[in-house]
């Protein structure tokens, strides 16, 4: 049976995963120095560890409620190719698990969705109830294609 291995995290109450081989760490929120004329969705900018990070807002892309108070949240650091050298990290409430689904616990969704998800959505993953969890919903971000979008967007 094939799975999928994904980070599961939380912005506004609601469940989003993406495929861990894009995370490289979670680090505790920390100043963002802000960078005058950026988009809304470009929180500012850090220095992790000598390395300058761009922190996104990913609420601001995905049009999701704003989660909690920033000195509560996390970053999530992403492993990007794109970026040329200078690292990419996105906010969120907070960072459940990593989790192993198995492919039938996921509803890849068709050409023909009633809604338009710009494709940044690869599926819904369907979790079922264990010792620690309650059943829901997570809906599987690509996160790839949002990163890809931003930086192509930014380029024109």
């Given at each position: 049976m094939a799975t999928i291995d994904v980070v599961e995290f939380e912005i506004g109450g609601e469940h989003y995963a993406f495929d861990i081989h894009l995370a490289r760490e979670i680090v505790e929120m920390i100043p963002i120095t802000p960078i005058p004329g950026a988009p809304p969705y470009i929180a500012g900018i850090i220095n992790l560890r000598g390395e300058i990070t761009n922190i996104i807002r990913i609420n601001e892309i995905l049009s999701l409620n704003k989660g909690r108070n920033v000195e509560d949240q996390k970053i999530i650091v992403l492993v990007t190719r794109e970026n040329e050298g200078s690292g990419v990290g996105i906010?969120?409430?907070?960072?459940?698990?990593?989790?192993?689904?198995?492919?039938?616990?996921?509803?890849?969704?068709?050409?023909?969705?009633?809604?338009?998800?710009?494709?940044?959505?690869k599926g819904i993953i369907k979790v079922k109830k264990g010792e620690d969890k309650k059943e829901g919903l997570v809906i599987w971000l690509d996160m790839e294609?949002?990163?890809?979008d931003l930086i192509y967007n930014h380029e024109e």
């Open positions: 906010i969120v409430d907070e960072v459940h698990s990593v989790n192993v689904v198995p492919e039938e616990d996921i509803e890849k969704l068709g050409e023909n969705t009633s809604y338009d998800t710009s494709g940044f959505i294609k949002v990163l890809g």
